[in-house]
């Protein structure tokens, strides 16, 4: 990469004077930009000061000040703390310059702004809603939205304490009539969508395609919503010439239950088991990240015994997470199930131990504020480190002379789905996907958080960006977080698992805070906003699955069509985390 | 290219494959349908055929397995039970999918508010099983169960739990979870003793 000097510690209200100011509200940080000058500003930033990744886009609805307000947090990829800018725009009128041409990493997350909270990103080159269908009405994170089962803005319900005489919220409030539609709303007259404005978006691109010399046709196929491919109901509309893709646009938001308005109605303790639920192939690493941020919030740290054990979780997680991927990759590739089974037998006896720790095999909801829920009981102690020293590293051998080396996966994988290092950084890719393209970001060493500064680990990285590489880059992991179990294993401290006594009402501060993990899948960021009450005012979680999937088609165009099964495969996408 | 690679992956579930009956022969048909058997395929030497022929064999779950909260009784020498609930609400209203309905006792006379919950309605389809209700719990009143077999022809009939079917003595709570029930009760006497000795004092 090119070498430049970067500026560091630039005060940006002083450079942009009147167009920048700094963010005076109590608990916030960054900067208040205007939105006529954000391009400019967002070009400074990227271009002069060296925050060449966009990790977050998100929006908060300040309802009572009238204003929607646009967040985003930039990181370097060398390392360090966030940049944090912010633009506030009328409710009425919610326009902000659209970040897609700068960071193309922006895509989804803007239109996920747009689809959910109404903000308008002016220059976005395909701003269409993507979780909720073109024709829903309204932006349901707006807070004067309401839900069909609307019963109370926040929890807990009046209804169910001490007069809760029990009823179903579907006999009171009977489908069908729960619903609001907009005043002018005829059903007879309403035609849907039918993907004409996605098709048109593809067919774009055809008339630019003539590189044979000969006139062919291109076909649109649909794979998916119901495609075993697709690790659940996620579709993938592939623009074809011949086999081979010229575009491809992926289609979500099946599995959408809007995590983040469920979030804001519950209070900051009834979000944790709720966090299980997104990425449930990792529920120990998402609660990782929110108590984080609330953490953040509270101004608490946990005990020393507890970080460890919140170490030693999320570092199991990551290596059953990671056994689970390359065996569905496999899936993906042909080998069908054998090589699976064999990945998840290890897979069988780590959640033995999350079942035996936290009462739970998938659904863990372990970490508390300031601590974790229970101490281990008896034996597990000697179960976990039999698996970090003896058992793990022996079926991870086995494992690797399994399919390493195997002719058939490396023709398949070897030089398919390549991505770059300025494409991962550019397109915001996190996780397994953004090393393997040879960018040694980890968040564990770029930005530590909990104790990661302590223990002794390499951050793996690949070159090639390619999928044959981001299986090699899961098995690397593995063997990093096996020395990172084993060396927290061997120092696990004695001494309390909570700071302070448990409440069941927690006292969060007015303010903002962003909390990220390294989540198995990649960065895994909740944005979490506090005005005093019990109940969070934002809560905002930036899935590395979904913004993962940003640079499918930059890693799928070019290749066959058979291989954006395995493409898809090697980003290793959880649609409950995808479609929130 | 040479077809190595797949050689030696082959070899691998070769290994595999004998050693499936090595492992059923070294245990002479103890493998299955033991409590041995079970304990050998949740250890770190486990080996051969790892999946459990349920239902007539069950993983045994752990103490802190969690699934639908149950309410504890007590039961007095003379027979007659006591609920250790007060209907304080603390379980309703830290519960994250508000399943929990309690109707607190009010005393016919004075109005006032008894210790005591009227009605307790657990809605078990929207249960999370998080377990946040037992661990608020200030009274050891309401626990996480054991039993996961919970299968009905017509949810809209069985899935409310009301206060009788969700009712079970503390005998069955502290075979579920000797260990937690030990600790809990040893905190409890303490707490006894240290309030007679105060009273003790006070009177004295």
Redesign the interface.
Known sequence: MMEQAILTDVDLAEKFPQKVKRDERKGYEGYLVDADAFLQVAQFVRDEMGYDYLSSVTGVDYFPENYLESVYHFYRTTGGPALVLKVQTPRDNAVVPSLVPLYPGAEFQEREAWDLLGIRYEGHPDLRRILMWEGFAGHPLRKDWREPYYEEDG???K????????Y?IEDKNPFHKNVDYPADFDPDQWAPDNDASLYASLKKIQSSLSDSGLKTDTVIVNMGPQHPSTHGVFRMVVLLEGETIRALKPVMGYLHRNHEKIGER??F??????TDRLDYLSSMSNNFGYALAVEKLMGIQPPERAEYLRVIMAEFTRISNHLFAIGSLLNDLGAYF?PM??AI?ER??IL?IF??????RM?C?YFRFGGV??DL??GVYE?MR??AY??LPRRID?LD???????????RCEGVGVLTAEDAIAFSASGPLLRASGVPYDIRRADPYSIYDRFEFDVAVRYHGDVYDRYLIRMDEIRQSIRILQQAIRDLPEGPIQSGK?Q??VRVPAGEAYGRVEAPKGELGYYVVSNGKPNPWRYHVRAPSFVNITALETMAKGNKVADSVAILGSIDIVLGELDR | ??????L??LG??LR?FVGTYVDDIKWLGRRYFTEDGIRHR?S???SGV?TVQYPEEKLP??????FIPFLVYEEKEDGSIFHRCT?C??C?????P?C?????TTDPKTGR?VPEPA?F?I?VDIC?????CA??CPFDAIK?DHDYELSVYDRHTHN?YNKEKLSKPLSYYASIRP?NYQREEAIRAEAEAAKAAKKASAEG
Not at chain 2, 61 to 66: A, D, I, L, Q
């Open positions: 929890k807990p319900f209804s169910r304490w001490p007069d809760g005489h029990v179903r519950n209070t303790l009834m979000n944790m088991p709720f054998t089974l064999y037998e069988e006896l033995d079942e035996a720790v936290a009462g739970s659904m909801n829920a229970r009981p008896e179960k039999d698996l003896e058992r086995e002379l399994y399919l390493t080396n195997n002719e058939i996966i490396r023709a448990p069941y009402q | 290219m040479d077809g190595l690679g797949i030696k992956g691998v579930t595999r949740m770190k030497d486990a790892f779950v752990p103490e802190e397995f969690r209907s609400g603390i309703a209203k830290v519960c994250p508000q929990i309905w309690i109707v607190r508010p009605e309605y809605d999370m099983n998080c377990g946040y661990e608020y996480m409310i260990t």
